[in-house]
C-alpha cells in the first residue's frame, strides 16, 4: 500500500513539472526507476517510463489545446519524423548494458543542462527566416496574446527524427531535449514550444510504447502496475502543471528545466558508480 501511494505521488510531481517544461516527465521518471527498482533491466525500465510519458503528456496536451497553445500542423510533422527513431530506440536500449545505459542518460541530461547555462541570454533575433523551406506560423491563445514565429521545416524534421530515437532508447519522451532546440534552434517562442512537445510526444511515447508492449518489454504484472500507478499521479498532475505554466515566464521555465537535469544527471551517475 506504501509502495503505491509513493508511486502515485511520484507520477504526480512528474506529471506537474513535465507539463511546465513541455516534456513528458521521463527525464525525471527513468533516474528515479533505475535507483528504486535496481534488478530491472534498462529496456523494463524504458517501458515503463514510456507508458507514463504516453498518459502524461496526452493529460497535458489536452490543457494546452484548451490554452489554445498547441501548434497543430508542427506537432504532427514531429511526430512523423520521430516515429521511426522511436522504433529504433526501443529496439537499441534491449541490448545496452543498465550500467552503460545510466551513463549515457546521465551524459544527455547533464549536457543539455550545461548548454542551457552557459549560453547567453536571448537578445533577440535581428533577421527573420526567410528563403526556401521557411515557415510562419501566427498563434493566438485564448488569452488573447499573439505569438508570430518562423522556421524552417526540415530543422524541426531533423530535430523530431534525433529527439524520437532518444525517447526510444531513454524513455525520456526527448521532449527535454526538443524543447530547448525548438526555442534555440527553430525559434519557438518557449510556451508554444512547451505545449506543442507535449502533443507530439504524446503520438510518439503511444508508439514507442505499443512497440515495448508488444516486444515484451513490460512482461510482469508488478511493473504493469507499477506504470499504471505512477502515470495515474502523472495524469493530474500534467493538469496543474499546464496551469501553473500560464503564470511562469519563459526564462523562469529554461532556468528550473536546466537545474533540474543537472542535479538529476549528477544523482544518476553517483548512484551508478556507488552501486
Do not use: C, K
Amino acid at each position: 500500500m506504501l509502495e503505491a501511494l509513493l508511486l502515485v505521488l511520484l507520477g504526480l510531481g512528474v506529471g506537474v513539472f513535465g507539463a511546465v517544461v513541455g516534456a513528458g516527465g521521463g527525464f525525471l521518471l527513468v533516474p528515479i526507476l533505475l535507483v528504486a527498482y535496481p534488478e530491472r533491466d534498462a529496456a523494463t525500465v524504458t517501458a515503463i517510463s514510456l507508458s507514463v510519458v504516453f498518459a502524461n503528456a496526452t493529460s497535458g496536451a489536452v490543457a494546452y489545446a484548451w490554452q489554445q497553445r498547441i501548434d497543430y500542423r508542427s506537432g504532427l510533422w514531429w511526430a512523423l519524423a520521430a516515429i521511426p527513431g522511436a522504433i529504433g530506440g526501443a529496439l537499441l536500449v534491449g541490448v545496452i548494458p543498465r550500467q552503460a545505459f545510466a551513463i549515457v542518460f546521465a551524459v544527455a541530461l547533464a549536457g543539455v543542462a550545461t548548454h542551457l547555462i552557459v549560453r547567453r541570454p536571448f537578445r533577440g533575433y535581428r533577421e527573420p527566416i526567410t528563403g526556401r523551406g521557411a515557415v510562419s506560423r501566427r498563434i493566438r491563445d485564448r488569452r488573447g496574446q499573439n505569438f508570430f514565429y518562423t522556421f524552417r521545416l526540415w530543422h524541426g524534421l531533423t530535430i523530431a527524427g534525433a529527439m524520437g530515437f532518444v525517447s526510444g532508447l531513454l524513455g525520456a519522451g526527448g521532449g527535454v531535449l526538443q524543447v530547448p532546440l525548438m526555442t534555440i534552434v527553430l525559434r519557438f517562442p518557449v510556451h508554444i514550444a512547451t505545449a506543442t512537445s507535449q502533443f507530439a510526444y504524446a503520438l510518439i511515447a503511444l508508439a514507442a510504447a505499443t512497440f515495448h508492449l508488444v516486444t515484451g518489454g513490460l512482461q510482469l504484472e508488478e511493473d504493469l502496475t507499477r506504470a499504471g500507478l505512477i502515470a495515474a499521479g502523472a495524469v493530474v498532475g500534467a493538469q496543474v502543471g499546464a496551469r501553473v505554466a500560464l503564470r511562469v515566464r519563459g526564462a523562469v521555465i529554461l532556468r528550473a528545466l536546466s537545474t533540474v537535469l543537472l542535479l538529476v544527471a549528477i544523482w544518476l551517475l553517483a548512484d551508478t558508480f556507488v552501486r
